[in-house]
């Protein structure tokens, strides 16, 4: 890959950068100083233009472009009423068109419990004049975790949204029975994102803070990826091809580092999947006492060309998948900046060329991320100061 120069374009007049206390794992809202929230949303839609979403105090904000930032729309508030949201690290909004092109936004809006939430979804009609008013996905409104979500849409129309929900825990501590780590849940909405379903249980046992990756399989089929914790304390992944009803047909293993923690690490799995129905998967794991970003093709027999990626302080990485081409994205920081770096395979993932850096920050930064439009990759990634989007050739 030869060296690409990022398009930089600064921090819309319009998103403040509030401070607000990190929702980490075992600690309070006090318990950490207050962070930048950086987290936001990217996708290119159907109609060839860049969609962010970000947070602007108690409120998200949606804005376009159709030339990668060079200029944008006036911006425009997801939810009209101020509430709580959560924008920073794994806990991010997220966005996705239905299949009549509306914009469907979810996030998590914390509640004052430490660590609960419930997760939100905001549709903008075709008419793009005003979001509809946001609705809370799942039925259960009990003051504990429902976070970490994701979304996507499948070819047929149907919306799938899952997060991290720790009902199951909760009633087992009420039990006093022992319970592993918090569970996945899921709710399908037929109706373009309008309303949804009652919330099925996709897993049990899984990580309490990590992302939840989704793809789709060549037919259609939404495939869920997460940070998953096996008995004893095994905190390894495992993937699901998710049925119509939200429910999995099946909850296979699919990484085998076998990482003994009683803790969550904040760093999710991506997951891409080719045409053929290859599953390529970037996912962080402590392996040989050593925690690395890892590479790997997931398959029921185990993992096929599984390497690390990037240095010992690679992390947050992202995938795509375009033909026989499959990029890596990850950031990296050096004890004094932190890198962003790509690296890209071009024979289905068996072998790959050098990483390259393609930008570096001093400051805060988000998790970066790969989005696709017209067989091209780009990376966006946003930093104290900027939104910058590289075109990757």
Request: hydrophobic share 40%; with cysteine; net charge neutral.
């Amino acid at each position: 890959m030869k060296k690409i120069l990022p398009i930089l374009f600064p921090l819309l007049a319009a998103l403040t950068l509030p401070a607000a206390a990190h929702e980490g794992h075992d600690q309070g809202p006090a318990a950490r100083p207050a962070r930048i929230e950086l987290a936001t949303a990217a996708a290119f839609g159907p109609d060839g233009q860049l969609h962010i979403v970000a947070k602007d105090g108690a409120h998200l904000v949606w804005r376009h472009s159709p030339d990668l930032g060079a200029t944008w729309s006036a911006p425009q508030h997801v939810n009209m009423q101020a509430e709580s949201i959560a924008a920073d690290g794994d806990s991010q909004p997220r966005i996705a068109f239905n299949r009549d092109g509306e914009l469907l936004v979810t996030w998590t809006k914390p509640l004052p419990k430490p660590y609960t939430g419930e997760i939100r979804l905001a549709r903008l009609p075709r008419d793009g004049s005003a979001f509809d008013a946001p609705i809370t996905v799942h039925r259960d409104q009990a003051e504990i975790t429902h976070r970490f979500q994701n979304l996507i849409v499948a070819p047929d129309g149907r919306v799938t949204v899952v997060w991290i929900d720790k009902r199951d825990q909760e009633a087992a501590r009420l039990a006093q029975k022992p319970w592993r780590g918090a569970g996945v849940y899921s709710a399908i909405s037929d109706d373009g994102g309008r309303s949804f379903q009652p919330e099925r249980k996709l897993a049990e046992h899984s990580c309490e803070c990590c992302r939840i990756a989704l793809a789709l399989d060549p037919d259609g089929t939404p495939v869920a990826l997460w940070r998953h914790v096996f008995a004893p304390n095994e905190r390894d992944h495992a993937l699901a091809r998710l049925k119509a009803d939200g429910t999995p047909e099946a909850v296979q293993r699919a990484t085998f580092d076998r990482w003994r923690v009683d803790a969550c690490p904040h760093q999710g799995p991506a997951l891409a999947i080719s045409a053929d129905g290859v599953r390529h998967a970037v996912w962080f794991n402590q392996r040989d006492g050593e925690g690395r970003v890892f590479y790997g093709r997931p398959t029921s027999a185990g993992v096929n060309g599984q390497r690390p990626v990037g240095g010992p302080a690679a992390a947050h990485a992202d995938i795509a998948v375009l033909g026989r081409r499959v990029v890596l994205l990850w950031k990296e920081f050096d004890g004094e900046r932190t890198r962003l770096r790509a690296q890209r395979s071009d024979d289905d993932g068996r072998h790959f060329d050098p990483p390259q850096e393609l930008d570096a920050t001093a400051g805060a930064s988000d998790q970066p991320r790969l989005l696709t439009r017209d067989g091209r990759a780009y990376a966006f990634w946003r930093t104290a100061d900027a939104f910058r989007v590289v075109p990757l050739p």
